[in-house]
């Protein structure tokens, strides 16, 4: 099939999350990365580098600024947000007020002003969005949506829901910029932003009321002196007191961490590798939350981001029985490992060390329970989502091959899904703080309640 004139794609924010979206769009005829936009252009090199290797023309290189105007004038169709999660906003607005189709990356946004710039935008314009919750592409997690719906344990009246990050994985949030919640929106925001939009998704409901407890219990100076396991550095390339230690990372390891990361810090100054037990963390490690749904239905959430193993479970109780799912995507971890992977560095790429596997088991009342077939299962690429996710948002990188019909357009998730996933990650933020239950209302207005 050959395609006349190619949609012209820009990618904003030029990190290792944005190279699968680099590397997907160039991998399709029907598609152009036509711009990369960046502050720092030793990252734009690096993604430059990855379209050369697909046999793409060099795309134009645009500094923060020239963005908006640049829109217009160079003709582009496609925007892939894709930078620090606080800044999401301030591309995704002038984007949809272009006239782009765009894609960000998860989280929306970080905070209730923000998400309510991008839903007024939408409103305004008429154009919306869609956001990154590769997730939902994930056949298992397809798999227990189907059967809820089909009634397999009746009206669901709770959820519980447990999700462990390893000491691999955890760690790598307290090393770079994710580890200052005013850039991330803290672990409740950019990391189980995932899972609360999972919940609203399997239950077709949307959150009420929020409450929680978080803390910084692992992770961070105080509470490495406590457990004996802090050094004393600042960031691991270069010092001697990092070698051996399994909560540093090695740049020079990876050499698309080092061109990522190392080379573009004369730059901007930006260090990759700083040390999970230093100063200046302002994100929890420890993350208990109760949420209550428009449904009735309640659930209690666990984020753990210190864990010996990875993976999550989680168990829904109805009027039928009880469904469990349970993922081990590592069973344990070494205490140190080469990085192989630049694109999920730590997790999301590649399979991680040690991996299990997917049980779903139902127990429907006065039978024996029974474990449920699931299809084979991916474990790098998020259980095999984000090709899926892919294909569902850009077509096939074939276009003459057959499209995969397992993912229906309905698992996109809108700016609506991301501003309901938001809400329960911002409620549990305002209660770690205060102390007392909010109601996700009293924070923002989401269209359709």
């Known amino acids: 099939m050959t395609v006349s004139t190619p949609s012209r794609a820009a990618v904003v924010g030029t990190g290792s999350r944005a190279q699968m979206f680099t590397a997907a769009l160039a991998r399709r005829p029907q598609l152009q990365v036509a711009a990369l936009c960046d502050p720092n252009p030793v990252r734009i090199a690096h993604h430059q580098q990855l379209l050369k290797e697909a046999g793409e023309p060099e795309a134009a290189a645009w500094t923060p600024d020239e963005f908006e105007r640049r829109l217009r004038s160079d003709g582009i169709d496609e925007v892939v947000v894709t930078t620090v999660d606080a800044l999401h906003d301030a591309y995704i607005v002038p984007a949809l007020r272009a006239g782009c189709r765009v894609v960000t990356e998860k989280p929306m ?27 939902r592409f994930n056949p298992v997690h397809e798999t227990v949506r189907r059967l809820l719906a089909e009634g397999a344990v009746g009206e669901v009246l709770s959820v519980h829901f447990e999700w462990l990050l390893d000491v691999r994985h ?86 698309a961490l080092r061109s990522l990361y190392l080379d573009a810090e004369t730059v901007d100054g930006y260090h990759r590798d700083r040390n999970v037990f230093g100063d200046g963390i302002t994100i929890e490690d420890d993350m208990a939350v109760l949420v209550r749904y428009d449904t009735g239905a309640t659930m209690t959430y666990h984020l753990t981001a210190y864990a010996p193993w990875e993976g999550y479970r989680v168990m829904f109780n109805g009027t039928g029985g009880r469904l469990e799912l349970e993922v081990e995507e590592s069973r344990w971890q070494p205490a140190r490992l080469r990085t192989t992977s630049g694109k999920g560095a730590i997790h999301g790429d590649k ?99």
């Open 351 to 449: 399979a991680l060390a040690n991996a299990g596997g997917p049980r779903i088991l139902l127990r429907p009342l006065w039978e024996a329970p029974r474990e449920v077939e699931l299809p084979p299962y991916d474990h790098a690429g998020h259980g095999g989502g984000d090709e899926r996710m892919l294909t569902l948002l850009y077509g096939p990188a074939d276009p003459s091959a057959p499209a995969d019909t397992g993912a229906a357009a309905e698992h996109v998730a809108t700016e609506v899904d991301g501003a309901l996933a938001l809400l329960t990650g911002l409620a549990a933020n305002e209660s770690f703080a205060t102390g007392g239950p909010v109601r996700t209302g009293a924070l923002l207005s989401v269209p359709g309640a």
């Open 109 to 135: 946004t970080t905070d209730a002003a923000r998400c309510r710039r991008i839903l007024d935008e939408v409103e305004a314009t008429g154009n919306h969005l869609a956001v990154a919750f590769n997730y």
């Open 170 to 255: 955890g760690a790598d949030y307290f090393r770079r910029w994710h580890r200052e919640k005013d850039k991330s929106g803290g672990l409740m925001v950019h990391k189980a932003s995932h899972h609360f939009d999972l919940v609203n998704w399997w239950l077709g409901a949307r959150p009420r009321e929020v409450f929680g407890y978080g803390r910084l219990g692992f992770y961070g100076r105080e509470a490495g002196e406590r457990s004996g396991y802090r050094r004393d550095y600042e960031r691991a390339h270069g010092a001697a007191a990092a070698e051996n230690d399994p909560f540093a990372l090695p740049l020079t390891e990876n050499d």
